[in-house]
Structure formats: structure tokens, C-alpha cells
């Protein structure tokens, strides 16, 4: 493991916010403008068995994708709505994901990403999402 990442998610339903945090070590690699992390779930995100892999290239797009127990990709891209794949420990569902900004701050070193999101399920509208990425290369 070559990075520390800390996570700080939200997700805000009838403007109520419910936020987690994570802090675990994992993988970091910035090749031109596209960076790519992952690190091991745990019982602490609810994913235990499974790695999270998140890529993001420069302001605009950027993908989070789930492996081994848990199965999802989503694709987050400013401005547009991507049907995605999404696996929970109590079943599988697609999802519509509505992108209204990503901020890339991200260097050879480590730096921040923001993301910011609405989710829906046929239609429905299920929450907004915001999910703030730290990462200290070690």
C-alpha cells in the first residue's frame, strides 16, 4: 500500500444528511491527468470481501467500481445522466446517476476529489450524494 485515503460521504434525503467516514491505506497512481485509487472494504463500509477502485480524469469524468463480494460501476461525468449498475449486500438494482460537479485536485502526491451526484431508481428520485476523497501518498 503506498497511500493513505480518507473518505468523507453524504447523502441527503428531504434535506436531512446522513455522513460516514473511512480512513484506510490503499493504492495511488496519477498518470497524466487521469488518477486511479483503490483500497480493500472492510465491515466498515458494508463491503467486506470486496476492493473499490475509483478513476477520475481531470474535471469531468471520473468511475467508482466495485469487485469480489459486492459488483457495482458507477460513471460519474459532469452534466450527464449514466445508467449504472449498483450491487448491495441485499440485492442488485440499476440506478440513474446525475453528475453536477466534480473537482479534481489531485497531484503526483495526493491532493482531493469531490464529487457530487444525484441518484434515482426508475425515475424516482432516491438522494443527493456528495463524496470527498483525501489522499496522502506515503
Do not use: W
Amino acid at each position: 500500500m503506498n497511500a493513505i485515503i480518507a473518505m468523507k460521504s453524504a447523502q441527503i434525503i428531504n434535506n436531512e444528511r446522513n455522513e460516514t467516514e473511512l480512513m484506510t491505506e490503499g493504492i495511488y497512481q496519477l498518470t497524466g491527468d487521469t488518477a486511479v485509487m483503490s483500497y480493500l472494504d472492510s465491515e466498515a463500509t458494508g463491503f467486506d470481501g470486496s476492493e473499490t477502485k475509483v478513476q477520475v480524469t481531470g474535471n469531468r469524468l471520473a468511475s467508482i467500481t466495485r469487485t469480489g463480494a459486492a459488483n457495482s460501476h458507477l460513471v460519474i461525468e459532469t452534466g450527464k445522466k449514466h445508467y449504472c449498475h449498483y450491487a448491495m449486500p441485499f440485492g442488485e438494482m440499476t440506478i440513474g446517476i446525475y453528475t453536477h460537479q466534480i473537482k479534481n485536485e489531485l497531484t503526483e502526491t495526493g491532493g482531493k476529489l469531490f464529487m457530487k451526484y444525484t441518484l434515482d431508481m426508475n425515475g424516482s428520485y432516491l438522494s443527493d450524494n456528495e463524496i470527498r476523497l483525501s489522499i496522502q501518498k506515503a
